[in-house]
């Protein structure tokens, strides 16, 4: 294939007179104030809050991470106690898995699917609020816990026994299972979203082979989310029993199991890591291509892999715990499934490299980002490869090689996609380009601060220091790297604010970025920035994997259709008068029939506060307050069940 | 419906006729991950309940007799059986007959309730608490939260009754009572899964 590059998005969407968009607007906007914000149930603004607020968690988390390093820059340091630096490490996890990596891709997830797959809104808009409102709840839930001076200090995995009642009295593991549970509630209301909103609101022409990768990444998450996520809400529900009501199971002494609890933990764990990563891959398989001027190379082989990738990320969990003592023959077994995962990566990381091979590569920032990715997955993806071989990894088990891999695939080939992003996708959120000088600065501070930071734990680790200590003795031959890696993290530290500073500065004197700044191919781009709260005037009909480079009139085939179906006439301005939306299916993606957009409501925030209310009595073993919660949740949703045909066709 | 320009690669706009049958409304889809979800719960707290009984020297532990298997048989049948008017009601409602959904309903709550309350009395003449030992615990917990999904669906019963005799619902428009069918059809489904491990294995040797 040849480079393409055909501007068309400008003319994509209908000019229209004046009073027919303030029409619009007038069916489609909120209203003003509080009661507007509380009621929203529009997905662009439902995506930016829960980018904003996962943001303001990874905020905590890079703090709660300082502060370990600080502790550990120096040999036998004392400044924070051991109890602090258990609660440190285990909010730093916490945050950084719950309540920033899965909420920030979720954001990008909520704000974009539509506009790519061209329709009005998600499938479920009053669920997406919901979903939102239990993810805000469950993490001011979760960090309510530092008012009561008990934030969780098992690790982020809370292994029993250490977590039982017995060994933990306070509160601190409480709040841990409860917001586990709680926010897995908004995870998978999320996903059930993402799966009808991809299957069911594509534009018409739009089939499944000529979705947007990033949407393929999605789905592929929020499979992995409906069959992993129940696991750990079972997990650390039954924890929450046994601390609570005294129930026996991962008690070995009353015929319980702690392996068990390993075994339902990391059944999610691990599918988890891919479920943060497969979406960071898929805004990588947007990036390059549009930064390489060319379509993404291998794009039903990249769909593939990243199906593969959900099914065998099912089949690796026990390699997380090799050291328990197993059959020799289910951990090979399990060691086989997670070398096996390096080949559906290989194909996408190869499918990347040969677009750039060949294409005409511009460096903007989010193309930095996407290629500091690549560095540093490739690195991560090496060790991971390395841990997962037996005998290696029994070497280096609960060492510092450990902390360094996870965090060369978690930190590095997830938040430096989300950065990305944040510099690709923002201008279309904001209608301002970000500062690309700036944004250079932020990326080369946070590469190298990423690698002064985690590289020499590898070294770390194979000289033996373990993980989750809070102090260490000099003269080790440790005292020289974990100086180095404490001013590595100050530094990725500064990068990471100045994309802050960036974000301030732009949104108010930052170029403006008309509709399609970067010459892209996706759907996203057809509308202005910000794009209307219709998203689309009239619903594009596509013809093509790449519709804003195939050069096609969007809307052309309109008047031909108008009138003669519900669903086809909600494609044109009329759906936007009346805020329809079609709803399509078949192998070709046909119009079937019509979603009604529900109108802004309390419901989902009554919901949610009510599910709040049933943790919080479960907290404090209140009945009266969970009595009330169960009341308060069963009220919202009975009314909105109640209200269903009236909005739903 | 009339011909149209054919779907082609390239710069031509793909031209899209409506599909012929309107298939399913996306409420329907979203009630069925929602089920997928639900029984990888299940599938997970059954899957425990196996892990703990494979380690045990003894099942079930501690001395506990195998859960006693005539009259939750027959009570498994009742609430087979309360998803058979779900059928009838769906059918009927689809061709706008109200009085008969609502007849088909209530058989359906009544077959459902005699069921949760046969689980309220086997709960009080159980010997042991959940507290005794993990095959306790899991017997408790599995069986508690089938319970409390028959629970939910009564509920949600009780509100598809109610919009049928407010007559909010019609041929065209009866979305819930699908919800709600194939959500009650689940509940009934997981009990054999249940009723075949904790009850008739339990008799295993």
């Known amino acids: 294939m040849t480079t393409i590059a055909q501007p068309s998005a400008d003319a994509a969407q209908p000019v229209l007179p004046g009073e027919v968009e303030e029409a619009m607007e007038r069916r489609w906007r909120d209203a003003p104030g509080i009661p507007g914000f509380f009621a929203s149930v529009d997905h662009k603004k439902i995506g930016v809050r829960y980018m904003v607020t996962a943001f303001v968690f990874f905020f905590l988390a890079g703090v709660q991470a300082l502060f370990l390093r600080a502790q550990l820059a120096q040999p036998d340091a004392h400044v924070v106690g051991p109890q602090a630096y258990n609660e440190l490490f285990t909010m730093h996890g916490v945050t950084m898995i719950f309540l920033f990596n899965t909420p920030v891709l979720a954001g990008f997830g909520n704000y974009l699917l539509p506009l790519m797959l061209g329709t009005r809104d998600m499938a479920f808009p009053r669920l997406n609020a919901f979903s939102y409102w239990i993810f805000l709840f469950s993490g001011l839930f979760m960090y309510s816990s530092y008012l009561f001076g008990s934030p969780p200090d098992g690790g982020w995995f809370a292994y029993v026994p250490l977590t039982e009642k017995a060994y933990s009295p306070g509160l601190n593991l409480d709040f841990w299972a409860l917001g586990v549970a709680f926010?897995?509630?908004?995870?998978?209301?999320g996903a059930i979203n993402f799966i009808v909103t991809a299957f069911k609101m594509r534009a018409p022409g739009m089939t499944l082979n000529r979705m947007p990768m990033f949407v393929w990444s999605i789905l592929a998450m929020a499979f992995m989310v409906i069959f992993s996520v129940p696991i750990v809400t079972l997990a650390s529900m039954l924890l929450e029993f046994d601390r609570l009501f005294g129930t026996k199971f991962f008690l070995a002494a009353a015929g319980g199991s702690a392996l068990l609890?390993?075994?339902?933990?990391?059944f999610w764990g691990h599918p988890e890591v891919y479920i943060l990563f497969v979406p960071a891959t898929g805004m990588i398989s947007m990036i390059i291509p549009t930064f390489s001027r060319r379509p993404l190379a291998g794009y039903v082989w990249v769909a593939t892999s990243l199906v593969a990738i959900s099914f065998i990320?099912?089949?690796?969990?026990?390699?997380?715990?090799?050291?328990?003592?197993?059959?020799?023959?289910?951990?090979s077994f399990f060691s086989a499934a997670s070398l096996l995962i390096a080949i559906p990566s290989g194909v996408q990381f190869f499918a990347w490299i040969s677009t750039m091979w060949h294409g005409r590569v511009r460096w903007t920032t989010p193309m930095l980002f996407a290629l500091g990715f690549l560095l540093i997955f490739l690195l991560g993806g090496i060790t991971g490869v390395m841990v997962a071989v037996l005998p290696f990894d029994w070497q280096v088990t609960d060492s510092y090689f450990i902390v360094a891999h996870f965090h060369y695939v978690l930190n590095g080939a997830v938040v430096f996609p989300i950065f990305g992003a944040l510099y690709y996708w923002v201008p279309k959120i904001t209608g301002r380009l970000l500062?690309?000088?700036?944004?250079?600065?932020?990326?080369?501070?946070?590469f190298v601060g990423f690698n002064v930071t985690f590289f020499p734990m590898h070294v770390l680790g194979l000289l033996g220091m373990p993980r989750r200590v809070w102090t260490y003795s000099a003269g080790l031959g440790w005292d020289g790297l974990n100086l180095l890696i404490s001013i590595g993290s100050g530094v990725f530290a500064l990068g990471t604010l100045l994309t802050v500073a960036n974000l301030v500065w732009a949104r108010r004197r930052g170029a403006p970025a008309g509709a399609d700044p970067w010459d892209a191919d996706s759907l996203e781009w057809s509308v202005s920035s910000p794009p209307p709260h219709w998203n689309f005037t009239t619903i594009p009909s596509v013809a093509g994997r790449h519709p804003l480079w195939e050069g096609a009139a969007l809307d052309e085939h309109r008047e031909a259709l108008a009138g003669e179906d519900d669903a086809v006439e909600s494609m044109g301005g009329a759906g936007a008068l009346t805020r329809t939306t079609p709803i399509t299916g078949g192998l070709d993606t046909r119009p079937e029939r019509l979603l009604v957009v529900p109108r802004e409501t309390y419901l989902p925030f009554v919901a949610a506060l009510g599910v709040a209310a049933v943790f919080v009595g479960m907290l404090v073993d209140a009945a009266l307050v969970g009595g009330v919660g169960v009341l308060l949740g069963a009220i919202g949703i009975v009314w909105w069940g109640w209200r269903t045909e009236e909005d739903l066709v | 419906m009339t011909a149209?320009?054919?779907?082609?690669?390239?710069?031509?706009?793909?031209?899209?006729?409506?599909?012929?049958?309107?298939?399913?409304?996306?409420?329907?889809?979203?009630?069925?991950?929602?089920?997928?979800?639900e029984a990888v719960l299940f599938l997970?707290?059954?899957?425990?309940?196996?892990?703990?009984?494979?380690?045990?020297r003894e099942w079930p532990l501690g001395g506990i007799k195998p859960p006693e298997l005539t009259r939750i048989s027959i009570f498994t049948v009742v609430l087979l059986a309360s998803s058979v008017p779900l059928f009838w009601g769906e059918h009927a409602i689809a061709r706008g007959r109200m009085r008969q959904l609502r007849v088909a309903l209530l058989l359906s709550f009544v077959l459902g309730l005699a069921f949760i309350v046969n689980q309220g009395v086997e709960y009080r003449d159980l010997t042991f608490g959940w507290r005794d030992n993990a095959y306790a615990s899991a017997f408790y917990v599995i069986t508690g939260l089938h319970g409390l999904h028959v629970v939910v669906g009564l509920l949600m019963n009780l509100v598809v009754q109610l919009k049928a005799w407010k007559n909010r619902l019609s041929a065209e428009r009866?979305?819930?009572?699908?919800l709600f069918s194939l959500y009650w059809h689940f509940v009934d489904v997981v009990w054999i899964f249940v009723f075949s491990s904790l009850y008739l294995s339990a008799h295993l040797r």
């Open chain 2, 174 to 178: 009866h979305l819930t009572v699908k």
């Open chain 2, 44 to 56: 997970g707290l059954l899957s425990s309940y196996f892990f703990l009984r494979a380690q045990a």
């Open chain 1, 313 to 331: 990320s099912f089949g690796v969990w026990v390699h997380h715990m090799f050291a328990t003592g197993m059959p020799a023959l289910a951990m």
């Open chain 2, 4 to 37: 149209l320009p054919v779907p082609v690669q390239g710069s031509t706009v793909a031209v899209v006729p409506p599909q012929g049958s309107p298939g399913r409304p996306v409420g329907w889809w979203g009630m069925l991950v929602l089920i997928a979800t």
């Open chain 1, 435 to 446: 500062s690309e000088r700036l944004g250079k600065w932020s990326f080369w501070m946070m």
């Open chain 1, 261 to 266: 609890y390993q075994h339902l933990f990391w």
């Open chain 1, 183 to 189: 926010i897995g509630i908004s995870t998978t209301v």
